[in-house]
């Protein structure tokens, strides 16, 4: 996907120039990727490449979703209301076909490392039962996720050959030759337009940070903190509005990009203990195959909380040190 080289972008110049600049590019980049992934759906090598193709498409689409809603006034506001939704919508689409592979993946890795390095603790019982709950609770959540992950390549097939998605792609496709910009906004400098914009996205960033629920490393996997994951969520996607915008401004995004990515983690790992929940309740099971899936869902939860540490260390300024 295309990214800014961080070259300083001089205040007096046209906000609309800039703001098409960046546009332009990731419409190119999204054009490009597209080509890529319909080149390389198939298996092996060209699976690889086609997953890493979707992800370039998916962070396009975000780019320009979020970009248009952050500098929406600069626009022709009716058009960016549009192509967002739609870019929100594909994005969607094509992201759950992944979630779900990298979710299983994640849960399978969990579950041999926590029994296979004796951290997984065996229940009441023969030592065997614990062998037999570990492989059954794999089997379910192969079984489960894979069910998912197919059904999400199912719809994903169906959107790309929808006529909606081929009006995105043909709405992209002109905005990577032109932008329709608001006449008036367009012609402001950069610092009297982009920049005060880009402060209100930081602005709530920052008011949703401040808000979240403290972190807990007592119970890192109680009910409480569970509940409490949204908060952390909206924090992930606030986050991510401000570290476009400032990537459209040619800022550095090194700090916004390393806390978003604990924030990645703090949502697979939320998800997965989720996933592994959802599989403990499954009718029917044998006791070792639920305790070990409580066991993976409490590992999740530790990494939730982990994740939660991660982004206030790099995000939030350290207390300052006063000598006595």
């Known amino acids: ?42 298996s092996g090598a060209d699976a690889t490449e086609g997953s890493d193709a979707a992800r370039s498409l998916r962070g396009a689409a975000r780019r320009i979703s979020g970009s248009l809603a952050t500098f929406r006034v600069v626009t022709e506001s009716s058009w960016a209301d549009g192509l967002r939704t739609e870019l929100v919508w594909l994005s969607s689409t094509l992201a759950d076909e992944h979630a779900y592979a990298a979710r299983l993946t994640r849960l399978m890795d969990a579950l041999h490392r926590l029994s296979g390095s004796g951290e997984l603790p065996a229940p009441r019982g023969s030592a065997g039962a614990l062998t037999v709950g570990s492989a059954r609770a794999g089997a379910l959540l192969e079984r489960q996720l894979t069910l998912a992950r197919t059904r999400a390549h199912s719809a994903t097939l169906q959107a790309l050959g929808s006529s909606r998605f081929h009006a995105v792609a043909d709405a992209v496709a002109v905005l990577a030759s032109e932008v329709p910009l608001d006449v008036v906004a367009a012609r402001g400098q950069v610092s009297d337009v982009l920049v005060p914009l880009a402060a209100v ?50 800022e550095d995004v090194t700090r916004p990009a ?38 993976l869902h409490a590992d999740q939860r530790h990494e939730v909380e982990a994740a939660r540490l991660a982004f206030r260390h790099l995000w939030l300024p350290e207390p300052a040190v006063t000598s006595r």
């Open 1 to 42: 996907m295309a990214q800014p080289n961080h070259d300083p972008i001089t205040a007096t110049a046209d906000a609309g120039a800039v703001l098409g600049t960046y546009l332009r590019a990731q419409a190119t980049a999204f054009l490009r990727a597209l080509r890529l992934h319909a080149e390389n759906g198939g």
């Open 258 to 295: 390393a806390a978003g990515e604990a924030l990645d983690r703090h949502r697979d790992a939320a998800e997965a203990a989720t996933a592994s929940a959802t599989a403990a309740r499954t009718p029917r099971i044998a006791p070792a195959t639920a305790y070990a899936l409580g066991v």
């Open 201 to 250: 996205a930081e602005t709530r960033l920052s008011a949703a940070v401040a808000v979240l629920p403290p972190v807990d490393g007592a119970q890192p996997y109680n009910a409480y903190n569970a509940d409490h994951d949204g908060p952390w969520h909206e924090v992930r996607r606030l986050l991510r509005i401000h570290r476009y915008a400032r990537e459209a401004l040619g």
